[in-house]
């Protein structure tokens, strides 16, 4: 039988604290909470489930904060959680028989960032209730169980620990067990998070990684002016750079902000480049769809929304424009289809489309 250690960073958790652990408890040994100086219950709730409580002064580093929770671990095997994550009880199994394999060194879970937003992966009928209550998920392979032994997070904010492992040359394998993510960012956690990626950057001014987490925090805030100076300085420091995971997602998201500046020029260079990278992401399409529409290019704005709706995009206004165009083209039965599934997706405009469709019903 192998071990495994649950380790938990806190701080004023209390509403949270116990869904995390009862999500897991069954298949952890031990439970390690570094609290951060918690002024409500979160000590009291962690001490019901028999939790070894570590107290830190908290330093405006994630990883410092981490590695300190992760030196009181004595079990065979480590799971990472925050409070407000959890791991549903049909995917308990399959961690207990990764953990059983002596030639592995950590697994890459799926984390899903749930969110009110259609414009993320829908999580209708996919077999979790976890998050029932949110429209849409984004994804991020993060690696969150792996071998206690000894290996570290690096970075002050979106810290991680792979660096560390493929550095000591551990077989890292990826798995599609999920943790649901279910946070609701308030403003002040993404003030802090920006704080500390400046502080990060001026530890690891080459990294492209800081700059692009920083942009996406003031895209987050609408602040497209200063997110476009962060990721053209990633892209910058991507030059000649192949192979990683950010060269995916990052000319998709300055694309996006040239798009909120009406900069479409270099907008469709960069649903372009990310189209090149990424040929599966259906919202690139779907983005130099909107500019080509909006320019009169017809015929090629068409054929992008179809190929974000084969891509099975989850925008109603993907569904709403091509429905439109077919109307105009008498293709009353498709705008019929389009249109329908527009409403269905709850378009903001949903009562003015089904008008339409009551004119055109077959």
């Given at each position: 039988m192998?071990?495994?250690?649950?380790?938990?960073?806190?701080r004023?958790?209390e509403?949270?604290?116990?869904?995390a652990?009862?999500s897991?408890?069954s298949i952890?040994d031990?439970?390690?909470?570094?609290?951060s100086g918690?002024v409500?219950?979160?000590?009291?709730i962690?001490?019901?489930?028999?939790?070894k409580?570590?107290?830190f002064?908290?330093?405006d580093?994630?990883?410092?904060?981490?590695?300190?929770?992760?030196?009181?671990?004595t079990k065979?095997?480590?799971l990472?959680?925050?409070a407000?994550e959890?791991?549903?009880?049909?995917d308990?199994?399959?961690i207990?028989?990764l953990?059983?394999d002596e030639?592995t060194?950590?697994?890459?879970?799926?984390?899903?960032?749930?969110?009110?937003?259609?414009?993320?992966i829908n999580c209708?009928n996919?077999?979790?209730i976890?998050?029932?209550?949110?429209k849409s998920?984004f994804?991020?392979?993060?690696i969150?169980?792996?071998?206690?032994?000894g290996y570290k997070?690096?970075?002050?904010?979106h810290?991680?620990?792979?660096?560390d492992i493929?550095?000591?040359q551990g077989?890292?394998v990826?798995s599609d067990?999920?943790?649901?993510?279910l946070?609701?960012?308030?403003?002040?956690?993404v003030d802090?998070?920006?704080?500390?990626?400046k502080q990060?950057?001026e530890?690891?001014?080459?990294?492209p990684k800081p700059y692009?987490?920083i942009?996406?925090l003031?895209m987050s805030?609408n602040d497209?002016?200063?997110s476009l100076?962060?990721?053209?300085?990633a892209?910058?420091?991507?030059k000649?750079?192949?192979g990683?995971?950010?060269n995916?997602?990052i000319?998709?998201?300055?694309?996006?902000v040239?798009?909120?500046l009406?900069?479409y020029k270099?907008?469709l260079?960069?649903?372009?480049?990310?189209?090149?990278?990424d040929?599966e992401?259906?919202?690139s399409?779907f983005?130099?769809?909107?500019?080509?529409?909006?320019?009169?290019n017809v015929?090629?704005a068409?054929h992008?929304?179809e190929?974000?709706i084969?891509?099975?995009i989850?925008?109603?206004?993907a569904?709403?424009?091509l429905g439109d165009?077919?109307?105009?083209?008498?293709?009353?039965e498709?705008?019929?289809?389009?249109?329908?599934?527009?409403c269905e997706l709850?378009?903001p405009?949903?009562d003015r489309i089904k008008?339409?469709?009551?004119?055109i019903?077959?």
């Amino acid at each position: 039988m192998t071990s495994l250690s649950l380790c938990m960073i806190v701080r004023d958790e209390e509403k949270l604290l116990a869904r995390a652990i009862k999500s897991v408890l069954s298949i952890v040994d031990e439970i390690i909470i570094a609290d951060s100086g918690s002024v409500d219950k979160t000590k009291e709730i962690a001490m019901k489930f028999n939790a070894k409580i570590v107290d830190f002064e908290w330093k405006d580093d994630f990883s410092d904060a981490r590695n300190e929770c992760l030196k009181h671990a004595t079990k065979e095997w480590i799971l990472v959680l925050d409070a407000d994550e959890v791991i549903a009880e049909k995917d308990l199994e399959r961690i207990k028989k990764l953990i059983s394999d002596e030639n592995t060194d950590a697994y890459s879970f799926v984390q899903r960032n749930y969110s009110d937003s259609i414009k993320g992966i829908n999580c209708e009928n996919d077999g979790y209730i976890e998050g029932k209550e949110f429209k849409s998920y984004f994804a991020s392979h993060l690696i969150r169980l792996f071998k206690n032994k000894g290996y570290k997070f690096r970075n002050k904010v979106h810290e991680l620990v792979e660096d560390d492992i493929k550095e000591k040359q551990g077989k890292i394998v990826n798995s599609d067990i999920p943790i649901h993510h279910l946070e609701d960012r308030s403003r002040d956690k993404v003030d802090m998070y920006l704080k500390l990626g400046k502080q990060q950057i001026e530890l690891t001014p080459d990294s492209p990684k800081p700059y692009y987490e920083i942009a996406k925090l003031y895209m987050s805030k609408n602040d497209y002016k200063n997110s476009l100076v962060y990721f053209e300085k990633a892209v910058e420091l991507l030059k000649g750079k192949t192979g990683l995971l950010i060269n995916k997602l990052i000319f998709l998201e300055l694309g996006k902000v040239y798009f909120k500046l009406s900069d479409y020029k270099k907008a469709l260079v960069c649903f372009d480049r990310a189209i090149k990278e990424d040929s599966e992401n259906c919202w690139s399409y779907f983005y130099k769809a909107l500019i080509l529409h909006e320019q009169g290019n017809v015929s090629e704005a068409i054929h992008l929304y179809e190929i974000s709706i084969d891509k099975n995009i989850k925008d109603p206004v993907a569904y709403a424009n091509l429905g439109d165009l077919c109307l105009k083209q008498k293709n009353y039965e498709k705008a019929f289809e389009l249109l329908t599934r527009a409403c269905e997706l709850e378009h903001p405009r949903t009562d003015r489309i089904k008008i339409v469709l009551k004119k055109i019903k077959p």
